[in-house]
């Protein structure tokens, strides 16, 4: 059983910057490739970003492409995701999520993920 912190979210200013973290229970998510998707108010919940498990593979979506960054820490248990240059339109409730798999392949479909932290706030003031 894997168990998904994830914290990091606040207020922020147009052009500011967050970074957010996914803390993992168990060292096991060394084996776990991570994603990070949001939840705008009434909106579907969508892609943001991933990592494979070996950390040499990510992926984003195309709204955030240049501006959010992926990483981990395999030491530390610790997906975390950067996001710069924010936009009032990237507010909502952002969550990692975690799924097992071959150590180069990334996951976009949250269907695929199998393991989820409980949401941060990220807001975007204009």
């Known amino acids: 059983q894997v168990q998904l912190v994830d914290s990091g979210g606040g207020l922020v200013q147009a052009g500011g910057s967050l970074r957010l973290s996914c803390a993992a229970s168990?060292?096991?998510?060394?084996?776990?490739?991570m994603g990070w998707f949001r939840q705008a108010p009434g909106k579907e919940r969508e892609f943001v970003a991933a990592?494979?498990?070996?950390?040499?593979?990510?992926n984003y979506a195309r709204s955030v492409k240049g501006r959010f960054t992926i990483s981990r820490d395999v030491a530390e248990n610790t997906g975390y995701l950067q996001l710069n240059s924010l936009k009032p339109e990237d507010t909502a409730v952002y969550y990692c999520?975690?799924?097992?798999?071959?150590?180069?392949?990334?996951?976009?479909?949250?269907?695929?993920?199998?393991?989820w932290g409980q949401g941060t706030q990220v807001t975007v003031s204009s």
């Open positions: 999520a975690a799924v097992s798999g071959p150590p180069s392949k990334v996951y976009r479909n949250e269907y695929e993920y199998g393991y």
């Open positions: 168990t060292r096991n998510t060394n084996m776990f490739a």
């Open positions: 990592v494979s498990w070996d950390g040499s593979n990510t």
